[in-house]
């Protein structure tokens, strides 16, 4: 016992691994990838699968992005980092923005909170981008004149070494880094509650003694070999870009709703009464619309119930904010629906009420032709 603390507590632990930082932007309603393909010609990829040693063949993901890789990217701190971007069909595309780093383990909170708080890696990537997609504008199915985005940091560690060289596994360093691990994935230089840190080390995952997977709202530490990290790497983005979807489909149906609600309480005249099919048949469009690419973008990341990175994934998705978004768009969804009956109730009196009055005025000349006939 005495050697394990000095070994962990009392020399320096070295980590040596990647920061990388994402930056999601929804774009557009959906990119032809076939033709960001052929624009790209030799410089487009697909990434190779890294779903390979914890899922069945039929778990791997359906709809795979494009990859494109460009030159590295220097920053005005004079900071060099590798850069890449990779296309989503369903509108999003993802910055990707990597630099390496060594250092004992006291020293990664501060370095994670730098690469966490940078707004010119925000802006470095934003601008990247936009450069990107102006030979790219026709492969984009309606574009989004404002872009949401998101942020998001992943801490890569690739090999964490005690005294002497000596491997630490994942149990050993959330016994004794956990509180480092904590701050690191809350995005803080200051320890935190005891409870919380309860509430991150509570929820990490491994697979391996030797790995280990912490997800936070704003960072993930990952720790597993090089060629496996990859795929949980791939997990996480992959739920940050449902959350973006998510609060687009969020924001849509707002705005949607709103409107609806809006000529539902005005004093509209009669014959504005009857553009209601028209506004009626519109939203069951978009409800339907909205609908279909929820399910799609789903069917993307089916996986097996009782695999790894199934737990994997879903623990990010709750985390990142991924579930509390898909409520909100399935209680709109709801709304939706039911806004859709009432105003086609609605027509259906204003109909009946119209054909009432009709039969009646009807009747009432056919009285008068009689009487004026005697």
């Not at 609908?291 to 737990?311: C, G, P, V």
């Not at 991924?322 to 709304?335: C, G, I, N, P």
Request: overall charge negative; proline content about 5%; some cysteine.
């Amino acid at each position: 016992m005495a050697d394990f603390f000095e070994r962990h507590f009392f020399r320096p632990v070295i980590v040596k691994g990647h920061f990388r930082s994402f930056r999601f932007f929804d774009v557009a309603e959906a990119i032809k990838l076939e033709s960001v393909r052929a624009l790209l010609g030799h410089d487009a990829a697909q990434p190779a699968p890294t779903l390979t040693h914890r899922g069945p063949e039929y778990a791997r993901a359906q709809s795979i992005p494009l990859v494109e890789s460009l030159e590295p990217l220097t920053l005005p701190t004079g900071e060099t980092l590798h850069a890449r971007i990779k296309y989503y069909w369903f509108g999003v595309a993802v910055v990707e923005l990597t630099t390496g780093f060594e250092c004992d383990f006291d020293a990664l909170c501060a370095k994670s909170y730098r690469w966490m708080n940078a707004p010119e890696v925000e802006k470095a990537g934003e601008e990247l981008l936009r450069s990107r997609l102006e030979r790219f504008r026709p492969s984009l199915i309606r574009p989004s004149p404002k872009w949401l985005d998101e942020d998001y940091l992943v801490i890569d560690v690739q090999s964490v070494e005690g005294a002497g060289g000596h491997p630490i596994t994942g149990a050993e360093m959330l016994e004794s880094h956990g509180d480092q691990i904590t701050q690191i994935v809350r995005g803080e230089l200051a320890p935190l509650s005891a409870s919380e840190r309860d509430e991150v080390v509570g929820s990490a995952l491994s697979y391996y003694p030797t790995d280990l997977v912490v997800v936070g709202w704003g960072a993930a530490l990952v720790y597993d070999q090089p060629d496996a990290s990859p795929a949980m790497i791939d997990l996480i983005e992959y739920a940050n870009t449902q959350l973006l979807e998510f609060r687009y489909y969020d924001e849509l149906l707002t705005n949607l709703l709103s409107n609806v609600y809006s000529s539902l309480e005005g004093h509209e005249s009669f014959m504005a009464r009857w553009r209601l099919p028209r506004r009626a048949g519109r939203l069951n469009r978009i409800r339907l619309d909205i609908m279909d690419l929820t399910e799609r973008t789903e069917f993307a990341a089916k996986f097996i119930s009782d695999t790894y990175y199934a737990r994997v994934y879903r623990v990010g998705s709750a985390k990142i904010g991924v579930d509390d978004y898909k409520a909100l768009v399935a209680d709109k969804l709801k709304t939706a629906g039911e806004l859709y009956e009432f105003m086609v109730a609605q027509f259906n009196e204003l109909r009946m009420f119209t054909l009432e009055v009709v039969v009646a005025v009807l009747v009432l000349l056919d009285v008068i032709l009689v009487l004026r006939g005697k």
